[in-house]
């Protein structure tokens, strides 16, 4: 992979949200700007953030609607095709495509720094002024007991089921005798 400019005035590590922005407002000044994601443009905010959380808050909103006035039951598959319509818009918002339009040059890839000044990106070597690392961030497990980390089974994640049935997932708390029959606490069923 050819990398099109020599020494690049601002380098951005992610193509999320920060990443789009801090890259977009860099060539904005006529900035020559890289951006380097090894996964998908839009980041967690398109994919599996805001945009698919705000969507399911409303086709909830809608469902429960439907649900008053008709008696019929939420269908989980439409909510599923209401999400994936919702990020199918905003997707070429966050695109490689409209990144070039905007003046950042895009590659796909993971980086690593070398040495100050000297990144790669799977065997390209990258010359750069300044770096914004917008990598993103993954959640950790305090450790507080019944904190466990709760796994979606792969049929949820990939079905049309409603995911959180009252009862599943269950806190080690909610799991004991004494709470035994108790609805599941909401902060369990996120
Ligand atoms: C369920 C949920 C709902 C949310 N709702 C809202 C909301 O309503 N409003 C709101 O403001 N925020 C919301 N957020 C938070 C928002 O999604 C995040 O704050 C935002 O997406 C963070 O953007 P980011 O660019 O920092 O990181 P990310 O979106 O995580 O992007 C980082 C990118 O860096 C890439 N990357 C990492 N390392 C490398 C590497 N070495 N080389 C190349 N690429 C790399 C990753 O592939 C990724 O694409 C929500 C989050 C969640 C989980």
Redesign the pocket.
Known sequence: MVVENPIVDLLV???????IIGATTAAGFGARTLL????RTG???LW???VP??TLLSAAEHAMTVHALTGQPPRFAAVRQRIFAAIRTIEPVDSPAALEAAGVQVITG??TFRTPGVAEVDGTTIRFRQALI????APVNPGIPGLAPRRLSPRTRSGNSMPFRRGWPLSEAARSPANSGKPSPASDRR
């Open positions: 590590v992610g193509g999320g949200t920060a990443g380097v994601e090894q996964a980041g967690d905010c599996t953030g805001c959380s705000k993971t980086l917008a990598s993103g961030a």
